[in-house]
């Protein structure tokens, strides 16, 4: 199977300054990695995801880089706004139907104004 | 705007009686996940469908049922609850391929008393 440790728990940041959210993995065969963000009341949703044969990716605000010798991957939320305050999963996978997600525990992040 | 819908968004049941929590989804997705997410805890598979083809995580396999009588819907059973199964159940399909991402309901609140 896969173990996801995710870090820190709790997160809290100025708005306008960035947050960073790590994970770690056991398996090398995990080859694909997505970030799920949660709102208050809502359901899960993915914002970002990143494969193997990447190292980084960024999308509107957010980067994540996977390192995988290391068995290691982050989210990086740049120039934070209130609106990103939520609960964020990672995730690993080695893909098809036997190589099910696996989540992290959750950060909550709090933007504070 | 989500279309993967669970009912109901709040569940009250007794120990020792029967719990089933309804899943459907409109994106003909041929999977369909059951996961269970305790305060604190990283949401944990409980099992998934493949087409008609049921796989149980080896370590709920006695504990959850579940059915899915077409390819929109899913259900998961619970044939005699505990307080140990007081949980938010989350619902999720898969879009297929060798790395499917995931799409989540908003789950259940189960509260066994």
Same mark, same amino acid.
């Given at each position: 199977?896969?173990?996801?440790?995710?870090?820190?728990?709790?997160?809290?940041?100025?708005?306008?300054?960035?947050?960073?959210?790590?994970?770690?993995?056991?398996?090398? $065969?995990?080859?694909?990695?997505?970030?799920?963000?949660?709102?208050?009341?809502?359901?899960?949703?993915?914002?970002?995801?990143?494969?193997?044969?990447?190292?980084?990716?960024?999308?509107?605000?957010?980067?994540?880089?996977?390192?995988?010798? $290391?068995?290691?991957?982050s989210l990086h939320i740049t120039d934070t706004q209130p609106g990103d305050s939520a609960m964020y999963f990672c $995730? $690993?996978?080695?893909?098809?139907?036997?190589?099910?997600?696996?989540?992290?525990?959750?950060?909550?992040?709090?933007?504070i104004s | 705007d989500t279309t993967v819908k669970q009912n109901p968004r709040y569940k009250l049941a007794r120990v020792?009686?029967?719990?089933?929590?309804?899943?459907? &989804?409109?994106?003909?997705?041929?999977?369909?996940?059951?996961? &269970?997410?305790?305060?604190?805890?990283?949401?944990?598979?409980?099992?998934?469908?493949?087409?008609?083809?049921?796989?149980?995580?080896?370590?709920?396999?006695?504990?959850? &049922? %579940?059915?899915?009588?077409?390819? %929109?819907?899913?259900?998961?059973?619970?044939?005699?609850?505990?307080?140990?199964?007081?949980?938010?159940?989350?619902?999720?399909?898969?879009?297929?391929?060798?790395?499917?991402?995931?799409?989540?309901?908003?789950?259940?609140?189960?509260?066994?008393?």
């Amino acid at each position: 199977g896969e173990q996801v440790e995710q870090l820190p728990s709790i997160l809290r940041v100025q708005e306008g300054s960035s947050a960073s959210i790590n994970c770690t993995y056991e398996n090398s $065969a995990s080859n694909y990695f997505p970030w799920y963000k949660q709102e208050p009341g809502e359901n899960p949703k993915l914002i970002i995801d990143i494969r193997s044969n990447m190292e980084r990716k960024q999308t509107q605000g957010l980067i994540v880089l996977l390192d995988k010798k $290391a068995k290691r991957f982050s989210l990086h939320i740049t120039d934070t706004q209130p609106g990103d305050s939520a609960m964020y999963f990672c $995730a $690993a996978s080695s893909g098809g139907l036997s190589g099910k997600l696996t989540f992290g525990e959750g950060t909550q992040v709090t933007v504070i104004s | 705007d989500t279309t993967v819908k669970q009912n109901p968004r709040y569940k009250l049941a007794r120990v020792g009686k029967p719990v089933n929590l309804i899943c459907s &989804q409109t994106m003909n997705h041929d999977t369909m996940y059951w996961y &269970q997410k305790k305060p604190n805890q990283a949401p944990k598979l409980l099992l998934f469908y493949y087409d008609k083809i049921l796989n149980r995580e080896a370590d709920t396999f006695e504990k959850f &049922q %579940s059915s899915r009588p077409n390819n %929109s819907f899913c259900s998961l059973y619970i044939g005699s609850a505990g307080l140990e199964y007081s949980a938010m159940y989350l619902c999720a399909s898969g879009d297929g391929g060798g790395n499917e991402r995931l799409f989540f309901g908003h789950g259940t609140k189960l509260s066994v008393l």
